[in-house]
């Protein structure tokens, strides 16, 4: 049974950072390529930014380029993401999901997904 689990999200000041993480168990995690993404209320959920199953490429959405950085370790499973000079734009509940190899944009690419951590930054 195929679980992501996300932990680190909170309550953080515009200019603040936070260190999201998520943990993956049930899959050969060192094959899959791991995406964030996230949604707000009332949109669409829409990606943040991927990381290859090697950790060698990272794609970034534009919104969060320069700010955010996505990281893993597959020897402990686990994907972060860090997210510094945080705006209230960000505020959302933040997914981890897992798709074979490379990630994906799209979020109909992705195999599993966790089941979100709530990110709020006030101004």
């Known amino acids: 049974q195929v679980q992501l689990v996300e932990s680190g999200g909170g309550l953080v000041q515009a200019g603040g950072s936070l260190r999201l993480s998520c943990a993956a168990s049930?899959?050969?995690?060192?094959?899959?390529?791991m995406g964030w993404f996230r949604q707000a209320p009332g949109k669409e959920r829409e990606f943040v930014g991927g990381?290859?199953?090697?950790?060698?490429?990272?794609i970034y959405a534009d919104s969060v380029k320069g700010r955010f950085i996505i990281s893993r370790d597959n020897a402990k499973k686990m994907v972060y993401l860090q997210m510094n000079s945080l705006r209230p734009e960000d505020t959302a509940v933040y997914y981890c999901?897992?798709?074979?190899?490379?990630?994906?944009?799209?979020?109909?690419?992705?195999?599993?997904w966790g089941q979100g951590t709530q990110v709020t930054v006030s101004s």
């Open positions: 999901a897992a798709r074979l190899i490379a990630p994906s944009t799209s979020p109909d690419n992705y195999n599993y």
């Open positions: 049930g899959l050969t995690f060192s094959s899959y390529g």
């Open positions: 990381i290859g199953w090697t950790g060698g490429m990272t």
